[in-house]
T-cell receptor, first 113, second 113 residues
Framework: GENVEQHPSTLSVQEGDSAVIKCTYS??????FPWYKQELGKGPQLIID?????GEKKDQRIAVTLNKTAKHFSLHITETQPEDSAVYFC????????????FGTGTSLTVIP | NAGVTQTPKFQVLKTGQSMTLQCAQD?????MYWYRQDPGMGLRLIYY???????DKGEVPNGYNVSRLNKREFSLRLESAAPSQTSVYFC????????????FGPGTRLLVL
């Protein structure tokens, strides 16, 4: 099956700085890569996703990049704010029957005011 | 729309007891999922249902059973709870099975003594 590795496991940044979280995947057939944000005591919420036919996608302060050759994708958060503090998960999926999402182990992001 | 709802929010069981976790979605989604979340291990798929009337095993199905009661509801049953099943359980749904965003419920925190 797919193996998704996520780094770092914890990340602290000063408010206003940028944060980058990286994930690698093992199955070259994976073609859908969502990122989820999980706040304390809540379920994960999708914040951005990218499909394998696209190299980069942006949504305001959040961007995701995908390198299919190297099998890695990254989440970039610019101008971080305290409300960005949460656990972030990446995932990979083949997008076919069985659609199992394989999740990374999570990154706990703390934005220091 | 309430989205994905789960009951109960918290449960304590003794080893050997049984219980059913309930999940319902009001987004008219075809596919539903059950995950468990353990510290340092991300989210792991237990079972999923591609559509009403079908269920399939995920990555960690042992010790669990599921029922897709109708399009809205997908329940997870622990027949004989074990301490290793102490975890946070999340239900999710998506419009279709292949490569689509999954929407998560708020989770059920289960403690097995």
């Amino acid at each position: 099956g797919e193996n998704v590795e996520q780094h770092p496991s914890t990340l602290s940044v000063q408010e206003g700085d940028s944060a980058v979280i990286k994930c690698t995947y093992s199955d070259s057939a994976s073609n859908y890569f969502p990122w989820y944000k999980q706040e304390l005591g809540k379920g994960p919420q999708l914040i951005i996703d990218i499909r394998s036919n696209v190299g980069e996608k942006k949504d305001q302060r959040i961007a995701v990049t995908l390198n299919k050759t190297a099998k890695h994708f990254s989440l970039h958060i610019t101008e971080t704010q305290p409300e960005d503090s949460a656990v972030y998960f990446c995932a990979a999926s083949k997008g076919n029957t069985g659609n199992q999402f394989y999740f990374g182990t999570g990154t706990s992001l703390t934005v220091i005011p | 729309n309430a989205g994905v709802t789960q009951t109960p929010k918290f449960q304590v069981l003794k080893t050997g007891q049984s219980m059913t976790l309930q999940c319902a979605q009001d987004m008219n989604h075809n596919s539903m999922y059950w995950y468990r979340q353990d510290p340092g291990m991300g989210l792991r798929l237990i079972y999923y249902s591609a559509s009403e009337g079908t269920t399939d095993k995920g990555e960690v199905p042992n010790g669990y059973n599921v029922s897709r009661l109708n399009k809205r509801e997908f329940s997870l049953r622990l027949e004989s709870a074990a301490p290793s099943q102490t975890s946070v359980y999340f239900c999710a749904s998506s419009e279709v099975l292949a490569g689509e965003t999954q929407y998560f419920g708020p989770g059920t925190r289960l403690l097995v003594l």
